[in-house]
């Protein structure tokens, strides 16, 4: 199974950018959906971004659509999430997610077979 560890958490203040990313100990990521989730405190994980195997299909939750961009590069093994104008509501832990299974897997967190243990960001107001 598929080890996953994200990087690039951290402090930042209000429309600064951070970039996300998530190695993955397969070297053949290219045949895992992958996908980022955040839950902040007191709140359920919800979804964030999703990219299919080769990288040619993506989706976004609308309360970050237009702001972040998830890509990959599978030659590396890693997944990124690029966080641009963030606000304040973006604070939370943001978790890798690989699905070994399907080409795209959206927003389901469920479909989802493995998992990062997450990266702190909190945007400060």
């Known amino acids: 199974q598929v080890q996953l560890v994200e990087s690039g958490g951290g402090l930042v203040q209000a429309g600064g950018s951070l970039r996300l990313s998530c190695a993955a100990s397969?070297?053949?990521?290219?045949?895992?959906?992958m996908g980022w989730f955040r839950q902040a405190p007191g709140t359920e994980r919800e979804f964030v971004a999703a990219?299919?195997?080769?990288?040619?299909?993506?989706g976004y939750a609308d309360s970050v659509k237009d702001r972040f961009t998830i890509s990959r590069d599978n030659a590396k093994n890693t997944v990124y999430l690029q966080m641009n104008s963030l606000k304040p509501e973006d604070t939370a832990v943001y978790y890798c997610?690989?699905?070994?299974?399907?080409?795209?897997?959206?927003?389901?967190?469920?479909?989802?077979?493995?998992w990062g243990p997450g990266t702190q960001v909190t945007v400060s107001s």
């Open positions: 997610a690989a699905d070994p299974k399907a080409y795209y897997s959206g927003s389901y967190s469920l479909r989802y077979d493995y």
């Open positions: 397969e070297r053949t990521l290219s045949s895992y959906a």
């Open positions: 990219i299919s195997r080769s990288g040619g299909s993506t």
